[in-house]
Protein backbone atom coordinates (compact mmCIF):
# COMPACT_ATOMS: atom_id res chain seq x y z
CA UNK A 1 0.00 0.00 0.00
CA UNK A 2 2.64 2.56 0.80
CA UNK A 3 4.68 1.73 -2.63
CA UNK A 4 1.04 2.63 -4.14
CA UNK A 5 1.04 6.27 -2.38
CA UNK A 6 4.29 7.07 -3.28
CA UNK A 7 3.76 5.95 -7.01
CA UNK A 8 0.21 7.93 -6.95
CA UNK A 9 2.16 11.26 -5.24
CA UNK A 10 4.67 10.91 -7.92
CA UNK A 11 2.03 10.40 -10.83
CA UNK A 12 0.24 13.47 -9.52
CA UNK A 13 3.66 15.81 -9.10
CA UNK A 14 4.40 14.62 -12.65
CA UNK A 15 0.85 15.98 -14.02
CA UNK A 16 0.97 19.11 -12.14
CA UNK A 17 4.64 19.86 -13.50
CA UNK A 18 3.65 19.23 -17.19
CA UNK A 19 0.30 21.26 -16.57
CA UNK A 20 2.02 24.40 -15.29
CA UNK A 21 4.57 23.80 -18.46
CA UNK A 22 1.70 24.44 -20.66
CA UNK A 23 1.42 28.19 -19.52
CA UNK A 24 5.28 28.89 -18.90
CA UNK A 25 7.28 30.54 -22.07
CA UNK A 26 9.87 28.24 -21.88
CA UNK A 27 8.99 26.59 -24.82
CA UNK A 28 7.16 29.43 -27.00
CA UNK A 29 8.96 31.32 -29.65
CA UNK A 30 7.00 34.52 -30.22
CA UNK A 31 7.94 37.17 -32.93
CA UNK A 32 10.37 39.76 -32.13
CA UNK A 33 7.80 42.35 -31.57
CA UNK A 34 5.87 40.30 -29.24
CA UNK A 35 5.94 39.13 -25.77
CA UNK A 36 5.05 35.91 -24.03
CA UNK A 37 3.13 36.02 -20.93
CA UNK A 38 1.87 32.82 -19.34
CA UNK A 39 2.31 30.85 -22.83
CA UNK A 40 0.46 33.55 -24.86
CA UNK A 41 2.29 35.59 -27.80
CA UNK A 42 0.82 39.12 -27.10
CA UNK A 43 1.13 42.14 -28.78
CA UNK A 44 3.33 45.28 -27.84
CA UNK A 45 0.48 47.65 -25.63
CA UNK A 46 -1.14 49.88 -28.16
CA UNK A 47 -1.08 47.62 -30.93
CA UNK A 48 -3.57 44.02 -32.32
CA UNK A 49 -4.01 41.88 -34.99
CA UNK A 50 -2.72 38.73 -35.47
CA UNK A 51 0.31 40.41 -37.05
CA UNK A 52 0.51 43.11 -34.22
CA UNK A 53 0.21 45.65 -37.42
CA UNK A 54 -3.08 47.56 -36.29
CA UNK A 55 -3.04 50.74 -33.96
CA UNK A 56 -5.63 49.59 -31.37
CA UNK A 57 -6.99 52.99 -30.98
CA UNK A 58 -8.99 53.48 -33.79
CA UNK A 59 -11.21 50.90 -32.70
CA UNK A 60 -12.64 52.94 -30.05
CA UNK A 61 -12.92 56.27 -32.41
CA UNK A 62 -15.83 57.86 -32.85
CA UNK A 63 -19.28 59.31 -30.99
CA UNK A 64 -20.31 57.29 -28.07
CA UNK A 65 -23.72 57.26 -26.10
CA UNK A 66 -22.58 57.18 -22.03
CA UNK A 67 -25.56 55.81 -19.55
CA UNK A 68 -24.17 55.79 -15.66
CA UNK A 69 -25.22 53.49 -13.24
CA UNK A 70 -23.25 54.70 -9.39
CA UNK A 71 -25.00 52.28 -7.04
CA UNK A 72 -26.83 54.09 -5.10
CA UNK A 73 -29.95 55.25 -6.32
CA UNK A 74 -30.15 58.37 -8.73
CA UNK A 75 -26.52 58.70 -10.61
CA UNK A 76 -24.75 62.57 -10.97
CA UNK A 77 -25.48 62.08 -14.84
CA UNK A 78 -29.23 60.63 -14.85
CA UNK A 79 -30.45 61.53 -18.56
CA UNK A 80 -26.71 60.15 -20.26
CA UNK A 81 -24.44 62.28 -22.56
CA UNK A 82 -22.43 61.93 -25.31
CA UNK A 83 -18.37 61.44 -25.46
CA UNK A 84 -16.27 61.41 -28.83
CA UNK A 85 -13.14 58.96 -28.44
CA UNK A 86 -10.03 59.80 -30.70
CA UNK A 87 -6.28 58.32 -31.17
CA UNK A 88 -3.68 60.07 -30.44
CA UNK A 89 -0.46 60.88 -32.40
CA UNK A 90 1.16 58.23 -30.04
CA UNK A 91 -0.33 54.28 -30.64
CA UNK A 92 -0.66 54.35 -26.85
CA UNK A 93 -3.17 56.40 -26.13
CA UNK A 94 -6.86 57.50 -26.72
CA UNK A 95 -8.61 61.07 -26.17
CA UNK A 96 -11.72 60.89 -24.34
CA UNK A 97 -13.68 64.18 -24.92
CA UNK A 98 -16.88 65.64 -22.94
CA UNK A 99 -16.70 62.75 -19.85
CA UNK A 100 -19.37 63.64 -17.87
CA UNK A 101 -20.50 66.22 -19.71
CA UNK A 102 -17.45 67.77 -18.25
CA UNK A 103 -13.81 66.63 -19.14
CA UNK A 104 -11.17 65.93 -21.49
CA UNK A 105 -9.02 63.05 -20.53
CA UNK A 106 -6.58 60.98 -22.00
CA UNK A 107 -6.51 57.11 -21.70
CA UNK A 108 -3.52 54.36 -21.88
CA UNK A 109 -4.14 50.92 -23.96
CA UNK A 110 -3.23 47.95 -22.73
CA UNK A 111 -3.25 44.46 -24.81
CA UNK A 112 -4.52 41.62 -21.80
CA UNK A 113 -5.54 38.86 -23.77
CA UNK A 114 -4.14 36.53 -26.42
CA UNK A 115 -6.15 37.62 -29.05
CA UNK A 116 -4.61 40.76 -28.72
CA UNK A 117 -7.57 42.85 -29.47
CA UNK A 118 -6.36 45.78 -27.53
CA UNK A 119 -9.42 45.66 -25.17
CA UNK A 120 -8.10 47.14 -21.65
CA UNK A 121 -7.23 50.75 -20.90
CA UNK A 122 -6.38 52.95 -17.99
CA UNK A 123 -6.84 56.76 -17.17
CA UNK A 124 -4.56 57.91 -14.57
CA UNK A 125 -5.40 60.87 -11.74
CA UNK A 126 -6.28 64.06 -12.52
CA UNK A 127 -8.36 67.14 -12.55
CA UNK A 128 -10.00 69.97 -14.33
CA UNK A 129 -11.52 72.73 -12.44
CA UNK A 130 -14.09 71.02 -9.10
CA UNK A 131 -13.75 67.49 -10.84
CA UNK A 132 -10.92 65.27 -10.19
CA UNK A 133 -10.48 61.53 -11.32
CA UNK A 134 -9.12 58.65 -9.90
CA UNK A 135 -7.52 55.82 -11.27
CA UNK A 136 -10.03 54.12 -13.43
CA UNK A 137 -9.71 51.12 -15.46
CA UNK A 138 -12.00 50.33 -18.83
CA UNK A 139 -12.37 46.95 -21.42
CA UNK A 140 -13.88 47.46 -24.93
CA UNK A 141 -15.77 44.39 -26.54
CA UNK A 142 -17.95 43.47 -28.81
CA UNK A 143 -19.44 40.15 -27.63
CA UNK A 144 -22.82 41.56 -28.20
CA UNK A 145 -21.97 42.22 -32.02
CA UNK A 146 -21.87 45.89 -31.05
CA UNK A 147 -18.90 47.60 -29.53
CA UNK A 148 -19.70 48.69 -26.21
CA UNK A 149 -17.19 49.88 -23.39
CA UNK A 150 -17.23 49.59 -19.61
CA UNK A 151 -15.29 51.55 -17.57
CA UNK A 152 -15.16 52.15 -13.55
CA UNK A 153 -14.98 55.56 -12.94
CA UNK A 154 -13.85 56.80 -10.05
CA UNK A 155 -14.19 60.55 -9.65
CA UNK A 156 -14.96 63.19 -7.25
CA UNK A 157 -17.35 66.10 -8.28
CA UNK A 158 -18.14 69.16 -6.07
CA UNK A 159 -16.84 67.08 -2.53
CA UNK A 160 -18.19 64.43 -3.14
CA UNK A 161 -16.47 60.36 -4.45
CA UNK A 162 -18.22 58.58 -7.04
CA UNK A 163 -17.44 54.89 -7.99
CA UNK A 164 -19.73 54.85 -11.27
CA UNK A 165 -20.33 52.03 -14.07
CA UNK A 166 -20.02 54.08 -17.77
CA UNK A 167 -21.15 52.09 -19.80
CA UNK A 168 -20.72 53.48 -23.50
CA UNK A 169 -22.78 52.49 -26.42
CA UNK A 170 -20.92 52.92 -30.16
CA UNK A 171 -22.96 55.27 -32.67
Request: hydrophobic fraction near 30%; proline fraction near 4%.
Amino acid sequence: MERFTKIFIAAIFLITISSCDRKSCSKVVCASYQTCYEGQCLCPDGYQGANCDSASAYQYAGTWNVTENCGNGIPPNATGYQVYIQPTSNPLYITITNLLNLATVNAQLYNTTPGNEGQSFYIAAASQGGFSIANSYGTYSTASGTPVISLILNYNLNGINYSCQETMYKQ
